[in-house]
């Protein structure tokens, strides 16, 4: 139930027409103080209508209401320039209660997507470099993005734009020729051929052909040479492999993996739409875009030796999304180093009149650091990714070795809770912050990590395994004085993620369900929830209710909440 709405519908019935029902629903506010009541309505834009002063309206209106009370509404008193309302806790709390039990994972449900497509493009690491750190946020918030657009009724297309193409491998089929050995590259893939890419560059400071046996084996790729295609094809399905270790570790899925290389034949269209539109200009033999009018640099499309780059194939990417899927948004979760490369790309397309240009939506964020300092492939300091996830899942198993040897399954908990950690860590954060990387805290069932979500939920689960709850009990009346705290938490769940939506932003729902655990762990610390009294039952459903709040919660993060651990 919304009772904002039905207040707003009470007033606007009260003062005849002065303000409509939907203004006066973005008017209400939350009250300071929880003693003044649930809903504060400011008189302060009726003043000029009613001639008065807005105190004395509050109490006119405030008196005159109390006629139209409700069951869920009981109550009206002015409160300066306000008029608040005093929800009926029972009503509301057997009302609410009831919603979620039905509801259960559709608690919270939007339809405001009707069907139609956002593609988001995610994750998209670099073939035979270390997975990122970048690349595991990039991943981490587009998956959470994808739960949400489809919680709004919205079909989601994830899309992992592999970087896979451009003159690097070149140097790189160069340095395997000179020094790679086959064995090593199967056994170590992207440790391999990372060495192999450094060892390049350091031999070609001195050896300067290096640079140009680069170029042409990178030419003799773009012309399909079998031997340079049948290389590079090789150290992709190494890569992947490798990418997809963390991929299931993660339980995270693709719908595509055209990454730029799927592009290659795909570019001429749009440079020919770019010409006939007159909007391609020479700069010193190369191709570009002028984008003046818009303050941006021009945006490269063609070198003066005719090759393309990252900018083209995704402008091709683009188009190729909008004919195959026909996006209402194309969203791209990339760092916020990239913001100048996404403004292009949409100054490009708009300045080519393509109406969906609109939806181009880039959602940068952060570095992760270590120690202040951002965690970097660079200077052979590989930080492997894999081996972050399974040093995450290590520590988890031990806690719970230490804690709850006797538990079953702890491998598979040890898998959620570890991961569940990094990922809670990575969302809570508004995605534009930097944040700092310590394995220990983020594991801590005390803080305000993804373990204490967890773990809260495990204990609501626990409670109503020992209390004998079963769904199917009725709905039971809760005075809901001690419980209103955890109510109202669970009421503004679907508010929280339209709000989420909104913004692109998932820390909304991660700091949500902290928030409702923190209110359900001090309800628990002051109420015998299996206490044997009447109402017992009552206060179980809300357990109930909580507990498939928290799991939803947790599953638009993408993290998994196990019954116990
Ligand atoms: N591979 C790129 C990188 O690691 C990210 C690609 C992002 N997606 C895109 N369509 N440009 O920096």
Redesign the pocket.
Known sequence: MDYVKLYSELLAAEIDGVLSSYEIERLIEKPKFLHQGDLAFPCFQLAKTMRKPPVEIAKEISARLQSRAVGSIERFEPVGAYINAFLNKTEVAKDLLYEIRQKKNHYGDLDIGENQTVTI?LS???IAKPFSMG?LRSTVIGNSLSLLYEKCGYKTVKIN?L?DWGTQFGKLITAYKLWGKEEKVKENPIQELLALYITFHEAAESQLELEQEGRDWFRRLENGDAEALKLWKWFKDESLKEFKKIYDLMGIEFDSYAGEAFYNDKMEPIVEMLRERGLLEDSDGAQVVKLDDTELPPCLIKKSDGATL?ATR?LA?ALYRFEEYSFVKSI?V?GNE?TLHFKQLKAVLTKMDLPWADGITHVPFGMMLKDGKKMSTRKGKVVLLEGVLKDSIQLAEKNIEEKNPSLANKTDIAKMVGTGAIVFHDLKNFRMNDIEFVLEEMLKVEGETGPYVQYTNARAQSLLKKGGFEDTNGDDNLAAVAEWPVITELQSFPYIIERAIERNDPSQIAKYVLNLSKAFNKYYGEVRILGDDTEKNARLQLVHAVSIVLEEGLRMLGIKAPKEM
């Open positions: 493009d998209s690491p670099n690349h734009h970087g990252y995704d990417a791209y990339v990239q």
